[in-house]
């Protein structure tokens, strides 16, 4: 299994981004997916995640209402459209999959999840 995150950059405050994460994962309906993020120094910190139909999504508080996670089952993609950047959202951002029926709130814990990209990194100018 691979995931391939994509789409990271360097953007004003203000400003919008798109993140994308491409799975090669024959069942990718059978996962929840979900995105992290993590700065030097910090531990990684949940943003959002998503049930395996797209029918249900959980957000942080910190990315509540500037966010939206979205997927894309017929093309394995899993996506993050960030609105409203600020400069505390620069971080590498880093998509996960875990192979679970529902979504819950233990989906914001990282032990939770079975595959992890590579990273790609968002800085937010201010």
């Known amino acids: 299994v691979q995931l391939q995150a994509s789409g990271g950059g360097l953007v004003q405050a203000g400003g919008s981004l798109r993140l994308s994460c491409a799975a090669s994962i024959r069942t990718f309906s059978n996962y929840i997916m979900a995105w992290f993020r993590q700065t030097p120094g910090k531990e990684r910190e949940f943003v959002a995640a998503i049930a395996r139909t797209g029918g249900s999504t959980y957000y942080a508080d910190s990315v509540k209402g500037r966010f939206s996670i979205s997927r894309d089952n017929a093309k394995n993609t899993v996506y993050l459209q960030m609105n409203e950047l600020k400069p505390e959202d620069t971080a590498a951002y880093y998509c996960?999959?875990?192979?679970?029926?529902?979504?819950?709130?233990?989906?914001?814990?990282?032990?939770?999840?079975?595959?992890w990209g590579q990273g790609t990194q968002v800085t937010v100018s201010s």
């Open positions: 996960a999959a875990d192979w679970s029926l529902y979504l819950g709130g233990s989906h914001s814990s990282d032990n939770r999840y079975d595959y």
